[in-house]
């Protein structure tokens, strides 16, 4: 079987580089080598483009990162190609491969260099027409052709907060529909009502609640369509517990902490209430938004209060992130 190599920068993967490195180990059977080359001025860290490589590619092609001060432009470098397969070979623990797959001009010579065989994929980009720099100067125009495990980086997210029985659940699942993309249901909510709702949740509880949400927000950002749409979150159960409990666990403000949102509606209680098996203080809120705005402003986090009736409460929220759309993507270095 014939062992493959690709090199690349990655500097922002695209579904023209998963083509190309699904093409190459489809050919060698899963033996391919992808050498990942990163530098210190690079826009997006080199960590963070090798776990996308990693995550995407995991069983299917060994990713290497290589981070490196080489010259990239052999014009008036004498010692150019020597130096490259020398990090090439050093990267591959001394063993040349049988196959260089490359869709840009060096991959001919660099392949005669290592005494390998060239293989040239789509190089007039017919299969998948699109370019990084392309990709980046509009990542929410052409948000499809960003390599999946790498579009979770860039989303926008909006964390919908707020006492009980204010419509954050209603909210969230109308703004989502709007922007045609999903949204993080409440898990402490599905939690409680799957194991003993009549049982008043202790310090356990809501650090499973926690994990739990977390892992909501992760594998959802995964199907989203560039905005993720919150049902309360980590600062919600913090509240929650800090209220009912007089403490919040460790776990808990981890999240807050890990977890930046690029918007937080926060939805006031002037709405009536309406009582909930799983809204433990009978007729009233156990939760105010005094109890909201004190954590937040507590912990440094910005939010916008959503008021009025219900009619007045969603128009407010969807010009709220109607205008966040309107903004330019950013990378974003969250846990998803």
């Known amino acids: 079987m014939s062992r493959g190599f690709i090199i690349g920068g990655f500097r922002l993967p695209t579904l023209g580089h998963k083509y190309l490195i699904e093409f190459a180990s489809r050919w060698c059977e899963g033996d391919l080598d992808v050498m990942l080359n990163t530098r210190d001025e690079d826009p997006i860290p080199g960590a963070l483009r090798h776990r996308w490589l990693a995550d995407q590619f995991r069983g299917i092609a060994r990713i290497h990162r290589f981070h490196n001060d080489l010259p990239e432009d052999a014009a008036g470098v004498p010692n150019f190609w020597q130096r490259w397969n020398r990090a090439i070979l050093k990267v591959l623990g001394g063993r040349p491969p049988d196959l260089l797959f490359a869709s840009e001009s060096y991959g001919k010579r660099l392949a005669a260099d290592l005494g390998a065989r060239y293989v040239p994929v789509d190089t007039p980009r017919d299969a998948v027409p699109i370019s990084a720099s392309r990709v980046h100067a509009g990542i929410g125009e052409h948000w499809d052709l960003l390599l999946p495990e790498a579009r979770p980086s860039f989303l926008k997210r909006v964390a919908i907060v707020g006492p009980e029985s204010c419509g954050k ?66 600062l919600c159960t913090a509240v929650w517990s800090e209220v009912a409990l007089g403490t919040v666990p460790a776990s808990i403000e981890a999240e807050i902490a890990a977890r930046p949102y690029d918007l937080r509606l926060l939805l006031a209680d002037d709405v009536p209430f309406a009582p909930d098996p799983l809204r433990y203080a009978g007729k009233e809120r156990q939760m105010t938004l005094a109890h909201f705005t004190a954590a937040l402003e507590r912990r440094g986090l910005a939010y916008r209060i959503i008021d009025g009736g219900w009619t007045e409460r969603t128009k407010k929220a969807a010009a709220a992130v109607d205008a966040l759309m309107a903004e330019p993507y950013r990378l974003r270095a969250v846990n998803a």
Do not use: C, M, W
């Not at 249901?185 to 650090?207: H, N």
């Not at 994990?211 to 989203?224: C, I, N, T, Y």
């Open 169 to 234: 659940t209603t909210l969230a699942r109308r703004l989502a529909a709007a922007h045609r993309t999903v949204h993080v249901p409440e898990f402490a909510r599905s939690y409680l009502e799957a194991t003993d709702p009549s049982k008043y949740p202790d310090l356990a509880d809501i650090a499973i609640i926690g994990a739990g949400h977390a892992a909501s927000e992760d594998a959802l950002a995964r199907q989203a369509n560039r905005l993720l749409v919150l049902d309360t979150d980590h």
